[in-house]
Structure formats: C-alpha cells, structure tokens
C-alpha cells in the first residue's frame, strides 16, 4: 500500500479572542493563501488534510461549532481562504499537541500516512509540541517555515530554531512534497 502525505493544520479555526490573539491573527492572515495552496497539492498528490484544534475548552462541543463560532469572529476571514472541506479530517486537542490524548496518530495508520507536514499556529506551542510528537512515534515529519505562525518573529525563530535543532526539517512550502 502506498504511503501518504498528511497535512496538519493547527488551530487555525480560531476566535482569536485571547491576549496575543489579535497579533496572532494578523501572522495567520500571511500565511492563509499559501497554506491553502499548499492544502491543495497535497490532496491533487493523493494526500489527506486534517484539522486540528483546541476545544476553547469546552468539551460538550464539536467541530462544525467551533467553525461557525470563528466564521462570526475576526477569524472568520481566514475561513475565506482555508475552510474545512467535506473530506477534510479533524480532531480536537484538549492542550498543545494535536497527538496528546486524541486519536490522530490511529487516523493516520488507517489512512496509511507515514508523512506528515506540521503548519499552523502557533509555532512556538501546538507547532513544536506537534512535531516533536510526531518525530517521537517515528512518522516523517517536516515542519512548514513559510505556513507556521506565532504573536511574534522573534517566538517564531525561537521555535524554528528548536525544531531544527531537534533534527526536524523545516522546509519552504515549495519545497515541502519533495523527498
């Protein structure tokens, strides 16, 4: 059976509604459209797209709630450029990882992904624990640098920095279905 690409996209179906939300949001607005274009390579090549996100903590509530609730925030633009699409895939995180007590890593053995493409927000938390998750359970993992986002350059660096360090490629979005 032939190996696939995963992309995760990490919590950019989002309010925004925190302290460095709104600085958060504006570096999520720069990397929407490349992302999207990116989404859809991947899934023209045969790949699968999953969202992942955190609850907001609520957990009587489910995935299509939490799209609408960021359609009608200052989120909901970049909903415009990136929205989930029917065969798209989701989970919910309780914390930073979307590996960390969810059934990601199950849903990515049944869709036979050994290769998976970390983007989102933010890089300095979900970005990096994601990552380092997914280099620790032995999937070939890469981290988007042109389609991650932070509150600052500076906590994006840092945490580039890390992940490089760590042994984990970042890579350009151009560059990121080639092995």
Known sequence: MREKTALLVLDMVNTFA???GPALLRAARMIAPRLAK???RVKSL?????????????????FQTLVTLARQSPGGRLLDVL?????????????HSAFHQTALQFLLQQSSVRHVLVTGISTE???LATALDAHIIDLDVRVVSDCVASSSPTRRAHA????RYGEIPTVSAAHALKR
């Not at 045969?46 to 489910?62: E, Q, T």
């Not at 929205?83 to 914390?95: F, I, Q, T, W």
């Open 18 to 20: 925190f302290p460095r």
């Open 38 to 40: 990116l989404k859809s």
């Open 46 to 62: 045969g790949g699968i797209c999953v969202y992942a996100n955190d609850n907001f903590v609520d957990w009587g509530s489910d």
């Open 83 to 95: 929205a989930p699409e029917s065969d798209d895939l989701h989970v919910l995180k309780p914390r």
């Open 125 to 127: 938390a979900c970005v």
């Open 160 to 163: 580039l920095s890390v992940l």
